[in-house]
């Protein structure tokens, strides 16, 4: 029985020239392992061989060498890379496309692929790693189920890390920041604006960071209490790829701050909602107005 590490490391030495090796460093530092040895020991259990493949050789060609191989047997060099090896592959024997092309690569073999769909979520945790929220030890303290495809994965484990989360705002924040990222790469609009207008709500309810809020703290240029750039570009990309009106997102707004309860707010519902809705139709002034007013507030209770 593989661990986790070992079918990752045999996931990443498929289809690697024979060259390759395991020496990484999250190896050690991620995964506190030392893979040495662990390739011969593939080969030797039957999940691993070392094999001429030309098809992966002709990838790593460059387009010239293609084509000085396409005249050599009088063959079109017309067409993009892709083109030029498919007529290579179609012209020319497997015998002959292996002499010219004699690199020798790690193979699955076929148990070995067997492992490797089986454990499929091995290799996008490792690729999605986040320390404590998405790797191996999440995953085995949520009980993660292995029949999951890649949203579902990641899913699960940011759930499970928020359902551990007792009182941690600013970690709270982290794992809505990290759903919104997940969602937009996947393509699922609808969470990752929700996420995003869950962190907007926690940043201005003054929930994402843990130092204490002053005056200082809140000027606008610099606080961490705001509507980031960052996300007024990515609410603005959202209209504008999915057709929404600033309405509609601020229904959901208000949607996300009756589910998502709070213990403290630095700014009321009416105003983050004020404030979000100034942010998406430019009225800066606005803002400024706003954060210099909260500022008076805190001014005149620490007096």
Known sequence: MLTEAEILALSLAANQPQIFELTQSFWRHRYQVDPTGWLVNFERAGLLQIAVAPELSLQQQTVTKLKILLRAHDLKISGR??????????ELPAAELAAHFPQQFYQLTSAGAELVAQNHYVRWIHDHYVAGIVDFTAAKRAKLPKDLDLVATLTWLLDAAQAQIDSDWPQYYYIEHLRFQFAWQNQRVGTALNALLDCIRLKLAGLSQTEKKTVTSLDLATTAYKVEPFYSYMLQRIMQDYSLEVTDVMAAFVQRC???????????????QQLLQWTLTGQNKLIQQCYQHKQKQLREVSA
Not at 258 to 272: A, C, G, I, K, T
């Open 81 to 90: 890379k892709a083109v030029l090896i498919a007529r290579l592959q179609m």
């Open 258 to 272: 009756e589910l998502l309860q709070v213990p403290y707010q630095l700014f009321s519902d009416q105003e983050m």
